[in-house]
């Protein structure tokens, strides 16, 4: 739970804690010895109470008329005065906490936390060596407590007040240490994802602004080693499709004349031989099994290497792509929307573009099942979008890219593209984004 609480939490948290438990202890530390301080600063009154009376025992022993002396000190006293005489009949003077008068604000919560002491005394007053009464110091603590009340407030004033400006202090202060922190967590995000174009803000403590700069060094090596990894990429999908160029030209130019030749010569056999028999069979199968193979070896000439790009225009070329998938699944109904700009592209772009649409509808032929496919490639300013979608049955969750796409991933990545596969609305998607620029920058063969 603490860890899941952000750092300003963490650390403003601690000092409110530590504020709650500075009034509980001053709570606790009041109540200990509030009601000491009370009979200290009373017990003068006590000793007073206790002299006035042996004064007055005095006074009246030696008197001819004791009662009398003692009305007049009793009038002499007031009402105000803590000293107060106390007949008999009128019994003990009332508990200290009743005889509070004017608390003036003082809660009662913080009486009942001093603890008011019992701190009365009483001397008896004899006449005629009978008691008749007692001297006793009944004090009036509502100043005194008024007074700790006060106190205490100022204390928590104080406390309160220390406390907001250390957790202003600590929260600017963590504020503007987590903004590096912050800018840095952004930055490496960013270089999670393969932005190395934005460095990170060089900002903060030192400790801080060592890391952005290691972190900015990072970006550095990263953003080398992903352009030489384009680079090598580049490489070896030129070289693979000079391999295919070279393969797909030693099947037309070799092959391509020996079935020629098969064909003609078992046409020539087919005419000067009588069309009945066991030879005209064996003539009919020769020349269907030529054709065979002939079809084949185009469509293998067809995926090693697409000539009509060079000669028609990408999408051109993509149409007759589409037309053939049509004629080998006239099952899966299949639309398309190709930008007429695609013309202008050419080279290992316009090569990448026609091989991934070529996968994913050979992927959708072979293992989709799928009843309707859609092919989409449009120019949106400086990227290439294409969207490859069908109703089929997906993907398996652990194989997301197969060979086919794999190879066409490392094609995308050479031109400093993205594709991705995805499950959405029970149709899957292949989507790929290529930049304009960056394919026509690296479109020489190498």
Not at 17 to 28: Q, T
Not at 91 to 120: K, M, N, S, T, Y
Not at 181 to 192: F, S, Y
Request: hydrophobic share 45%; charged share 20%; with cysteine.
């Amino acid at each position: 739970m603490w860890q899941r609480l952000s750092f300003k939490t963490q650390l403003v948290l601690p000092l409110l804690v530590s504020f709650l438990a500075a009034l509980a202890l001053g709570g606790v530390l009041l109540q200990i010895f509030a009601a000491g301080q009370l009979a200290d600063e009373n017990e003068p009154g006590r000793r007073s109470t206790r002299t006035v009376a042996d004064a007055l025992n005095s006074s009246l022993g030696a008197s001819d008329n004791p009662q009398k002396m003692l009305d007049a000190f009793v009038g002499s006293l007031g009402s105000s005065s803590d000293i107060q005489f106390r007949p008999l009949e009128a019994g003990p003077p009332p508990p200290a906490r009743e005889r509070l008068q004017d608390l003036h604000g003082v809660p009662q919560w913080f009486v009942d936390l001093i603890a008011v002491p019992e701190i009365d005394a009483a001397t008896p007053v004899i006449i005629g060596g009978r008691r008749v009464g007692d001297i006793v110091f009944v004090p009036d603590l509502s100043a005194e407590l008024f007074e700790k009340w006060i106190g205490f407030l100022a204390l928590t004033g104080l406390i309160a007040v220390l406390m907001v400006l250390t957790g202003t202090i600590a929260y600017l202060f963590a504020g503007s240490a987590l903004r590096p922190l912050r800018d840095l967590g952004t930055g490496l995000t960013r270089i999670r994802r393969g932005d190395y174009t934005t460095p990170i803000p060089v900002a903060g403590p030192p400790e801080i602004r060592q890391s952005c700069e290691e972190a900015n060094a990072l970006v550095t090596t990263l953003a080398q080693l992903s352009e030489d990894n384009r680079d090598l990429l580049h490489r070896l999908v030129s070289l693979q499709d000079n391999e295919r160029r070279d393969l797909a030209r030693e099947l037309h130019d070799e092959l391509g004349p020996l079935l020629f030749s098969i064909r003609a010569g078992t046409i020539a056999l087919s005419e000067a031989s009588p069309q009945t028999g066991h030879l005209g069979n064996s003539v009919q199968e020769v020349m269907r099994s030529v054709e065979a193979l002939q079809q084949t070896n185009r469509r293998i000439l067809d995926r090693l290497r697409p000539l009509y790009i060079e000669e028609l225009g990408l999408e051109t070329s993509l149409q007759t792509l589409l037309q053939n998938f049509r004629k080998q699944a006239p099952h899966i109904g299949l639309t398309a929307a190709f930008d007429p700009d695609l013309n202008e592209i050419d080279g290992p772009l316009a090569q990448t573009v026609y091989r991934l649409i070529q996968e994913a509808l050979t992927n959708v032929l072979r293992h989709a099942a799928a009843r309707n496919a859609h092919v989409q490639a449009s120019i949106a300013g400086k990227a290439l979008a294409i969207e490859i979608s069908d109703d089929g049955a997906g993907f398996p969750a652990d194989n997301v890219f197969g060979r086919g796409l794999t190879g066409m991933q490392e094609r995308v990545r050479a031109l400093s593209g993205s594709l991705t596969l995805l499950r959405a609305d029970e149709r899957t998607y292949v989507r790929c984004r290529l930049p304009l620029e960056t394919a026509r920058d690296g479109s020489a063969p190498i």
